[in-house]
Structures are given as C-alpha cells and as structure tokens.
C-alpha cells in the first residue's frame, strides 16, 4: 500500500509537471484551476473507495468502515487548515509583486517540499507517539494555544519588513532588483544572483513549515495510523496550488474563515488532551470540522455581501 501510493504521487506530479513545462509561464485561468481542483478532490474520493475495498477484503467490514471514516475526516481536515496557505501565498505573491504567470512554478516547487517534509514529519510524530504517549499532549495543548492565539489576532497581518528570515536572506545573498523570467537564479559575469522569485520559494516553504506544526499534530487527533495520517495529508497538499489559484481572487470574500480555522485547532487540541478520560467519534469529528468550516464561509460571505450593499 505504501509503495502503491508512492507510485501514484510520483505519477501525478510528473504528470502535472509536464502539463506545466509544457505550457510554460503562463497566467493560470479559473477554468484551469476549477478542472484541476476537481480532478485532485475526485482522486481523493477515489482513493477512499479503493481503501474501504481494499481493507474489506482483507481485514473485514468494521476495520474498513473505521480507516476509512478516519481518512476522509482526516482529508478534510488537512484541506480546512491548509486554507490558512492560501492566505499567506497571497500575502507573499502581493508583497513581491510575482506576476501571475509566475505564480505557478513557485507553488509547484513549493508542494514538492512541502511532500517531503510532511512525510518526514509524519514519520517522526508516528514514532514519538507510538513511543512516548504524553507526547499527545503536547500537541494537544499545543494546538489549543495555537488556536486561541490564531482567533485573538487573526485580523492582524504580519509585517515581511521585519521577518528575520527574509532580512537575513537579504543581507546575506546576492539578489537582483527585477525579476528574469520565472528563473530563481541568474548568473552575471561568472557571479551567481538569485532573483526575487528565490525569496518568494524560501519563504513559501518556511510558511508551510510553521503550518505543518498545526496540521500534523492536528490529523494525529483523528488517528495514529502513519498510512492514513500521510495519505490524507498529502492528497490535501497536493491540491493546494489549485485550491489556490481558484480562490486567490476571493479570499478578501472569505475573511471570517481564519477565525473558523482557529475553532477547528481549538477543538482538535481539546479532544487530543481529554483522549484518555473521554473518546470523540471520528464521524463526530467530521461532523464538527465541517459545521465549522460551511459556518464561517457562510458568515463570510453574509457579511461580504452586507458591506457590498452598504456602499
């Protein structure tokens, strides 16, 4: 099974890498971005389909019904934290100014890495709660602060002035005024330069290794199964770029759902640190990850369109 969804992954990102070398540089369309969207989200669906197959005939119904539940709770999970992504690429896209048509290979470098540290992640939370079970309680109250603090300042934006990653990247590298293309480095009279496209990449991937502190802490709230916990991560971080070049455009539409997000961790930290005394059924969490997810768009979208008429 391991193998076999190695080989999958392996398959669609070459797949979708050639679809992208092909067309080169190009501004990604909404059509593009709605088909893509779809095709990762039905892949997701039918994967969960083999799965619930799978372990019915080889370890029966109720096995199959619970990893299954667990990996569509998981995958929604995954794909609800993920959103907070979205918000920071657009961030980091307007603050350095990536034209569209380059948008896209940054991200697609971006969810390479972000595979590979989250296997590696996955790995190593696997190990530490297999090993040591107080550790589901740090990350239960790690998840909780994360929460409470997320919904407190949600409004405020982060100042890249002062980020110390980009400042040190700023003081310690060469970079060019301008973009050269979609290229992360040039090289001029035999000296390498990297051009701004560079910095956007460091800090794509460093944001998703903050966000990976909530989210792998987080699926470990609905199961401690490492092939469920990295199969449902992964099919959410693949259709991340997609998600986001299909609500780039609207995520001023959708400004109540850092404060749905933070609920959800709140929530999911609670139930990490009260495992032992009381269980919460993973259908119960799945039911409450989307009561709160369809709650704060709705809201958003509500209070969007009051303001709208108000001017």
Do not use: C
Not at 12 to 32: P, Q, T
């Amino acid at each position: 099974m391991w193998s076999g969804f190695g080989l999958f992954v392996i398959a669609m990102l070459s797949i979708d890498m050639f679809a992208l070398g092909r067309k080169g540089a190009h501004k990604v369309s909404a059509k593009e971005a709605l088909v893509w969207s779809l095709i990762w989200f039905s892949l997701a669906l039918l994967f969960a389909g083999a799965l619930w197959a799978w372990l019915d005939h080889t370890s029966g119904r109720a096995i199959a019904n619970t990893k299954t539940m667990e990996y569509l709770t998981g995958y929604l999970l995954e794909k609800t934290l993920a959103m907070d992504n979205i918000f920071v690429f657009v961030m980091l896209f307007s603050y350095f100014a990536v034209p569209t048509e380059y948008q896209k290979r940054v991200l697609v470098y971006g969810v390479l890495g972000a595979i590979v540290l989250r296997a590696l992640m996955i790995l190593l939370g696997a190990w530490l709660i297999t090993e040591f079970h107080w550790v589901l309680y740090v990350f239960g109250a790690f998840l909780l602060i994360t929460g409470i603090k997320m919904f407190i300042f949600a409004d405020q934006e982060p100042d890249l002035e002062k980020n110390p990653l980009l400042r040190w990247l700023r003081s310690h590298i060469r970079i060019t005024d301008s973009y050269h293309g979609d290229k992360f480095w040039i090289t001029k009279n035999g000296v390498r330069w990297f051009t701004p496209m560079f910095l956007v990449l460091i800090l794509v991937e460093f944001s998703d290794v903050i966000f990976a502190m909530d989210s792998i802490p987080a699926i470990f709230a609905i199961t401690s199964d490492p092939f469920i916990v990295f199969t449902s991560n992964i099919f959410a971080i693949l259709g991340l770029r997609a998600l986001y070049f299909l609500l780039a455009n609207m995520a001023d539409r959708f400004h109540l759902l850092k404060y749905g997000l933070a609920v959800v961790l709140m929530f999911v930290g609670t139930k990490m640190l009260i495992v032992d005394w009381f269980k919460i059924p993973v259908a119960a969490s799945l039911a409450t990850v989307i009561a709160v997810l369809g709650t704060s768009i709705l809201l958003s979208l509500m209070a969007t369109r009051k303001s709208a008429d108000l001017n």
